[in-house]
């Protein structure tokens, strides 16, 4: 399955957080901004085209050092958090 965000954020750095602000309609869906951490940057930029589950478990492992469990332990959490906000398509 292909994971894609809906459109209607922005990414902005406010302070030392990296925030998604929702804008548009997105504003009447979403009360309040998404905090990602630095890996949620990187996972949220993929899923801005689209990509499988997998595909995001291998850019955090590429980029961190964890193990690939634990990193689709980590990328299935953070889908289900964007799922569960209503950010997802």
């Known amino acids: 399955m292909v994971y894609k965000l809906k459109d209607g954020f922005i990414v902005r750095k406010i302070g030392d957080q990296i925030m998604a602000v929702p804008v548009g ?34 850019i955090i492992t590429d980029v961190y050092d964890i193990d690939e469990q634990k990193a689709a332990e980590d990328v299935h959490k953070f889908l289900e958090g964007l799922r569960e906000q209503g950010a997802l398509l």
């Open 25 to 58: 309609k997105q504003t009447s869906e979403i009360h309040g901004m998404i905090a990602l951490t630095e890996s949620a940057e990187l996972l949220w930029n993929a899923l801005v085209t689209g990509a499988r589950e997998i595909e995001l478990v291998k």
